[in-house]
Structures are given as C-alpha cells and as structure tokens.
C-alpha cells in the first residue's frame, strides 16, 4: 500500500496526480489527513482523505509513502510526528519516500539525501543537505528516494513512482493510455 500524506496547505495537484496515476496501475493508495481526515489544499480545495493519521500502522503492508509539497503544506508536514515515524520507519526499512516541490527539504533535514541525486522547487536547493541537486530534470529516481521539482512535474513524478513500484513498461503504459506517449 502506498500512503500520501496531505496537511493543510498542500499542492493539490502534487498529491492528486500519483493517487491517480496509482489507482489506475491498480496500486493500493490510502490519502492520510495529517490532523484530521478534510484537508484544505493551498488554493482552497477541501479533500476527505481515506483515513485519518492516527490511523495509520507502521508495517509490512507499505510500499512506499508520497510527501507532496506546497505551503504550507510541507512545513505542516514535517511538523506532524506521524509524518515523521514514517519516514523513518521506510528509511530504516528499505521502503521507498516519494516528495515533490517543497517537501524533498523534510528529506533533506532528515539528512536522508546525502550523496544522492534529487530535485526540488526553485529556491529550496539549500533545503536538500548533502544532495547533489539537480535543476535540468522534472524527477529523479535515487535509490528508494524520488524527488521532483513542482506542480508542473506531477506526471513525471507519478512515473517514476510507478517505474519503482511496478515497471518502466507499466508506466510508459500509463503515459500512452493519458495520450502523452
């Protein structure tokens, strides 16, 4: 299962685009209200997600879990303690972090980009500690880590995100199926 954390404040189409693109890859995708189960995305869009963060268990069944961005959104985010356990739940456990936009900098002062490749909203750079950032791709696969650059690189990110859980011909599927390929 992979869990999407939303706080208020978030990009709704960085979080919406990978539970789309997952859901029609047939990948279990639960959305997490960090707070409270109605999130307010930053241009004022209420979501309900699937459960609420007390809800969420710390196991076997995660594949992976999606940080997106926006603010404050991402602050929101790295300030949530169950946001925090689970990142260093899949960090000590090998499991895959996905963040776009703001939100590769909670990565970054986890100290979990050293020495990897990743990318993040423009003026963020110095947020991504140890990272050897790049500005030239809209997403980047290092490791169990993903990173993208914004809004505009949603797509993108939803692919790699599929490439890492399913497979690079699953996700050029994905693309031909939305007429970009």
Known sequence: MVLVFLANGFEEIEALTPVDCLRRCEIEVKTV???????????????????????VKLDSSIEMIILPGGMPGTLNLEKSETVQRAIDYCSENGIAIAAICAAPSILGHKGLLDGKNAVCYVGFEDQLKGANVLMDVPAVTDGNIITACGMGAALEFSCEIVKKLISKERAELLLKALNKK
């Open 33 to 55: 209200g960090v707070g409270g189960r109605v999130v307010t995305g930053s241009h004022g869009i209420k979501t309900v997600a699937d459960i609420d963060d007390f809800e």
